[in-house]
T-cell receptor
């Protein structure tokens, strides 16, 4: 079953704009991860945030985690055409199994 | 190799045939996962291998699905008597195993399976 749910399902933005997507989950977690999937490819790990962290940065990516609301957000700043992809959040139900949401499809227009 | 390798990249077969999908994980990664991804959807967990421990098969959708792994190397996912609803992308991922801490998973590009 899917634990994480991303919102919105799809997002279209102009190059240079910021993109924000959200993930909500139901049960308590140890970690939450974000992945990117380009069309026809596998998933690429972007960032892992632990339950005792509130914010994490990696390059143009910023992830927040609010465990009281059981939600996370991924912000991509100054978007580029290469950021066009689907983005998934994944939560851990045990120390080895991840549950993935259905993803947010981001299209960056030139 | 540098990354997770899956073969074939594409497989088209007739309903009722058996198919075998292969995954070569990153060297040294003891954990290996199989997922199914239907068009436009998220990942559905199928099976997990960790070293020589008994695999977690809780995600396999029916007894037509089986998987094997030899030690900490290659894994094969077999689907017997394929049905049209088996059409999907099958993704393999590997990760190092650190007790008590979740690790990022490294994915192959998947096998796109089409059942006619």
């Amino acid at each position: 079953s899917q634990q994480g749910e991303e919102d919105p399902q799809a997002l279209s933005i102009q190059e240079g704009e910021n993109a924000t997507m959200n993930c909500s989950y139901k049960t308590s977690i140890n970690n939450l991860q974000w992945y990117r999937q380009n069309s026809g490819r596998g998933l690429v790990h972007l960032i892992l945030i632990r339950s005792n962290e509130r914010e994490k940065h990696s390059g143009r990516l910023r992830v927040t985690l609010d465990t009281s609301k059981k939600s996370s957000s991924l912000l991509i700043t100054a978007s580029r055409a290469a950021d066009t992809a689907s983005y998934f959040c994944a939560t851990d139900g045990s120390d080895y199994k991840l549950s993935f949401g259905a993803g947010t499809t981001v299209t960056v227009r030139a | 190799g540098a990354g997770v390798s899956q073969s074939p990249s594409n497989k088209v077969t007739e309903k009722g045939k058996d198919v075998e999908l292969r995954c070569d994980p990153i060297s040294g990664h003891t954990a290996l996962y199989w997922y199914r991804q239907r068009l436009g959807q998220g990942l559905e967990f199928l099976i997990y291998f960790q070293g020589n421990s008994a695999p977690d098969k809780s995600g396999l959708p029916s007894d037509r699905f089986s998987a094997e792994r030899t030690g900490e190397s290659v894994s094969t996912l077999t689907i017997q008597r394929t049905q049209q609803e088996d059409s999907a992308v099958y993704l393999c991922a590997s990760s190092p195993r650190v007790v008590g801490s979740n690790q990022p998973q490294h994915f192959g590009d998947g096998t796109r399976l089409s059942i006619l």
